[in-house]
């Protein structure tokens, strides 16, 4: 039996989800950022039948907004810097222990309050055993399917502003030591415009063991170049790979942004996707949910929470059954 993480689609007991929580960091976006949110908690706790969601807050205010808009979710309350919860909360082992590593606000980037222990003060807070590791690694880096596989991309995990003493070799022997992962696929680069540096789970996701989804888009795109690149490194390392629509090139204040469709989360009833408005936005939900028969695929808007730099599958972190 594997050592490493369950994979995402195995059964859940709770998930993570932060919640904006600083006017200072969202500015007009917060209002709607706080309606997307709320609305992603709901398609996961699907009325009772997917899963519990912890809804994380920084402070009081936001706390008594998240219990308004998403009144079936718990509450937890614990400063943080940002909802990013899929870098700085814990990664559950498959024995149930949570590894919590080192986190350097993304190579340096956006150094916030409290962003750097909330992994360990979460862990506590459901009385799980804590493990900590002094090396950085953000759970949106990484990305396994149970059997000990686990993809990530050079850009971010070899970049030097998380681990420059660490070579390539150095990283996957921590991997196998600290989670159990014995295979790592490497890919390249990630999006463009990604402040992550290339976070992997915005660009290729397992969706079953030995199973990677990865876009496709056309020659407009600013990224199909990347995600060719991945697909043709993916099958010659041996994977199945499926493809899913691209949103193509999707602007902010005339800025392309890191929008995609691979920032999906895969729940216990439902996979709940972030769309933008494209006109691939209805076809990527019905290629997902090919993917995922046994579960409803859910499109809903995430262009507020796009703003601070990620999607669903960012502002989550699940705790396995």
């Known amino acids: 039996m594997s050592r490493a993480p369950k994979p995402e689609w195995a059964p859940h007991k709770a998930v993570w989800i932060g919640f904006p929580s600083h006017p200072d ?3 007009t976006d917060l209002e709607q950022a706080r309606s997307e949110v709320a609305a992603f908690a709901a398609a996961v706790h699907a009325d009772g039948d997917g899963e519990q969601v912890l809804l994380v807050a920084a402070d009081e205010e936001a706390a008594a907004e998240a219990r308004r808009l998403a009144p ?11 909802i990013w919860l899929r870098d700085t909360a814990p990664i559950i082992g498959h024995d149930g222990v949570a590894h919590d590593f ?3 606000g993304w190579g340096g980037k956006y150094d916030l ?41 050079e850009q971010c995990l070899l970049n030097v502003n998380r681990n420059p003493d660490l070579s390539r070799a150095n ?8 989670l159990g992962y014995d295979r ?46 991945a697909i043709d490194r993916a099958k010659a390392f041996g994977v199945e790979v499926v493809t899913v629509p691209s949103p193509g090139r999707v602007l902010r204040d005339e800025e392309i942004v890191p929008a995609s469709y691979m920032n999906f989360y ?15 936005d209805a076809a990527a939900v019905a290629a997902l949910q090919a993917i ?14 796009l703003t601070g730099g990620g999607s669903f599958h960012c502002i989550s972190q699940q705790i396995p059954a």
């Open 25 to 27: 960091l969202w500015l």
């Open 72 to 82: 079936f979710a718990h509450v937890v309350v614990e400063k943080f810097g940002d």
């Open 102 to 104: 080192a986190f350097n």
């Open 113 to 153: 309050p409290g962003d750097d222990d909330i992994g360990e003060r979460l862990a506590a807070e459901q009385g799980q055993e804590v493990r900590s590791h002094e090396w950085v690694l953000e759970g949106g880096a990484i990305d396994g399917d149970g059997s000990g596989l686990v993809v990530t991309t």
């Open 171 to 178: 990283i996957e022997a921590r991997l196998r030591s600290d």
């Open 184 to 229: 790592v696929l490497w890919l390249g680069d990630g999006l463009l415009n990604d402040h992550t540096d290339g976070h992997v789970d915005n660009l290729a996701r397992f969706v079953g063991e030995g199973r990677l989804a990865l876009p496709t888009g056309q020659e407009n795109d600013p990224n199909w170049q990347v995600y060719q690149q």
């Open 266 to 280: 895969i729940g216990n009833a439902a996979v709940v996707v972030p769309i933008y408005g494209s006109d691939q």
């Open 292 to 305: 995922f028969p046994d579960r409803k695929v859910v499109g809903l808007r995430a262009d507020a929470i």
